[in-house]
């Protein structure tokens, strides 16, 4: 168990802090487990003694820790202890990959993040392909979406997928894959924690101080997110990154509601994330007003009915509970939209706004649609490493929606227009990358779409928290907030301009903007120490040895 003996203050010197309340700031003291000052080097001289542990900084940037709006935590575990498969650019690659994790004896091959989009052979392995490349394992390779997978013949032939929809020759969504993935998740209550501890350990190596889990009973089953809230936080003797839990549960009333909050603890902060009114782009199962670009008989897949999402939100609403949808497709949007037409018929869009409702990606939106985001008080949590990934000119975006490809992610417009957006990964989809999902928001594949780096930061850090319902304290350095942040060694600091049309940074310290990592140098912003509440979850070796 931790100790329960007051720490000894932390004085952090010589570095330069993100704080709003004082930009210039190079020092700051930690008591407990609240920031107790904030100041300039000078001032921090005075501060020094016996009392006092004092971190030489170096020149490192300390900033609010960061929050992923939407992880999958027992998936990212596993996915570390499984074959990466992001790299591969062939289909022959993705067999080769196989066939050296088969080369030792193993029983099942585990698999993530390939992308058919941009290999030259276009299509995906066949089941007999995947039996012959596992040399008689049991098969099973995610997408980088995580909505489909394929899957040796052997695998298929024991579940007998190919009797269950959405089965294609190995290839398979829908059911076949929900049936596929969940037999490959039949774990055990001790390799259940050892996943879901790898990657919160994981998280805190990357400057992140929680990870909103967004579970869901077709992901994983009820025990796994208990186990989860079991181990996060200092109270299981291994400090570790918060766990900010939804449970994607359909209602249909109020007592529905009231029932599903009492599980977990109390926990919950609401019945929101992954309850799926559609699919992805990337497995063609996003649902669309107008058909896939390469796939012209094929709209999508609605999982949730208007009817299915009226009720939801009218039983949360009426609890003053948040409730939320996966919804990547513009039809799927308009389904989430007549739903919250319906509750604020009746019940009142005062109430519906009280509730703070979120919607997962929302990847394909319009104006008309932000407009009435706006006008029901809905948030966004958006993934901008799919842009990234997906996002450029003839990727797998265009290939999918052509023109429309254009109109994705609108993280400028949906800020513009008043919408409070949330940043995350969906990892294991993309990265647990903090960094890199900011340095997304700037680098846009529609440039109209750009954000600047404070409001990317800001999005990846107090909104998350404001997200969650949270107190408002959160993410951000100042005398009284909780001592949540994370040290970063960086090359260079700087002060992006407002503007987001131009790339425009300034190293001038009248600009009265706290700094941030300049992200086009040569190296990454290497985090060298991550706390929580005062309790320290990281540190690299070598750093600020206590």
């Not at 066949?126 to 049991?138: C, K, M, P, V």
């Not at 992901?219 to 936080?233: H, Y």
């Not at 954000?451 to 930061?457: D, E, M, P, Y």
Request: glycine share 10%; aromatic share 6%.
């Amino acid at each position: 168990m931790p100790s329960t003996e007051r720490p000894q203050p932390v004085l952090y010197r010589n570095g330069s802090v993100y704080s709003p309340a004082d930009p210039f700031a190079t020092a700051l003291l930690i008591d407990g487990g609240t920031v107790a000052w904030v100041g300039t080097e000078h001032a921090a001289a005075n501060l020094t003694g016996p009392g006092v542990r004092t971190v030489d900084l170096d020149g490192a940037l300390v900033t609010p820790g960061f929050v992923d709006a939407h992880t999958h935590t027992t998936e990212t575990g596993i996915a570390l202890g499984s074959i990466d498969l992001t790299a591969c650019r062939s289909l022959g690659e993705l067999l080769d990959s196989v066939a050296a994790a088969a080369s030792s004896g193993a029983s099942t091959v585990l698999g993530f993040g390939w992308d058919e989009s941009s290999w030259p052979e276009q299509r995906v392995p066949t089941a007999s392909e995947l039996d012959q490349a596992g040399n008689g394992a049991l098969v099973y390779l995610v997408r980088a979406d995580i909505h489909s997978a394929v899957v040796s013949g052997s695998l298929a032939a024991g579940l007998g997928l190919a009797g269950i929809d959405g089965w294609d020759d190995g290839f398979v969504v829908r059911a076949a894959h929900e049936a596929a993935r969940q037999a490959t998740r039949n774990l055990s209550p001790g390799q259940r924690r050892s996943y879901q501890q790898a990657a919160l350990l994981h998280a805190a190596s990357r400057g992140y101080v929680a990870l909103t889990e967004m579970a869901a009973p077709h992901i994983a089953p009820r025990e796994d997110l208990e186990a989860l809230l079991s181990i996060d936080g200092p109270q299981s003797g291994l400090p570790l990154p918060e766990v900010i839990p939804y449970w994607a549960q359909l209602t249909a009333s109020r007592e529905d509601v009231r029932s599903a909050m009492r599980g977990f603890g109390g926990r919950l902060a609401g019945l929101a994330g992954d309850l799926n009114v559609d699919g992805s782009i990337g497995s063609r199962t996003a649902a669309l007003r107008e058909p896939y670009s390469d796939d012209p008989g094929n709209r999508g897949s609605l999982y949730l009915s208007e009817d299915d999402v009226a009720a939801h939100l009218l039983a949360t609403t009426a609890e003053t509970v948040q409730a939320g949808f996966h919804v990547i497709g513009d039809a799927g949007l308009d389904v989430v939209l007549s739903g919250l037409e319906a509750a604020a018929r009746e019940l009142g869009v005062d109430e519906v706004r009280r509730s703070r409702h979120r919607l997962e990606h929302v990847e394909l939106a319009d104006d008309a649609a932000i407009a009435a985001l706006v006008h029901y008080g809905v948030a966004v949590s958006g993934q901008p490493a799919f842009d990234a990934l997906w996002g450029a000119e003839g990727g797998l975006y265009d290939q999918r929606l052509g023109e429309r490809s254009t109109g994705m992610n609108r993280f400028a417009s949906f800020l513009s227009a008043g919408v409070l957006v949330a940043l995350g990964s969906d990892s294991p989809v993309t990265p647990l990358d903090p960094w890199a999902s900011v340095r997304a928001c700037l680098q846009h594949s529609n440039a109209a779409e750009n954000i600047s780096a404070r409001a990317a930061f800001i999005a990846h850090t107090r909104a998350s928290w404001r997200l969650s319902g949270r107190s408002p304290m959160m993410g951000q350095l100042a005398p009284g907030t909780p001592a949540s942040f994370a040290i970063w060694k960086v090359d260079e600091l700087m002060v992006q301009t407002p503007d987001n049309r131009v790339q425009s940074w300034s190293t001038d310290p009248r600009a009265g903007t706290p700094l941030l990592p300049a992200l086009d140098t040569e190296n990454a912003p290497l985090c060298l120490e991550t706390v929580h509440d005062g309790h320290r979850l990281y540190v690299a070796d070598g750093f600020a040895a206590a």
